[in-house]
């Protein structure tokens, strides 16, 4: 609501989320979690998310973008994340 005080949102996706897991294949189909959301600009949100790329069997780190801090896009890299983990896990 104001930075401080939140309230949950439903949003327009079937899981009422703001984000989406990726479909499948895509390097986020198994979850979407761990949101952090600065105010890159004026007028633009950014979420930074974590997933686990299920075909490298590594954790990586995903961005969408807002000019709302309610409706979500997401901006990867041409369908992959912005940072993948290391393998040695």
């Known amino acids: 609501q ?3 005080n ?3 949102f439903e949003g327009e996706h079937p899981n009422n989320s703001i984000l989406e897991c990726g ?8 979850f979407v979690g761990w949101p952090t959301v ?3 600009k004026k007028r633009e ?3 930074y998310y974590h997933s686990m790329d299920p075909k490298k069997q590594k954790y990586c780190l995903g ?3 807002s000019d709302d801090g309610i409706n979500f896009k997401k901006r990867n890299l041409n369908g992959r994340p912005l940072f993948e983990g290391g393998s040695d896990w």
Request: charged share 25%; glycine share 8%.
């Open 38 to 40: 600065i105010n890159y």
């Open 45 to 47: 949100f950014r979420m």
């Open 2 to 4: 104001d930075g401080m």
């Open 23 to 30: 479909h499948e294949g895509e390097w986020d189909s198994m």
């Open 6 to 8: 939140w309230s949950r």
């Open 63 to 65: 961005m969408a973008s």
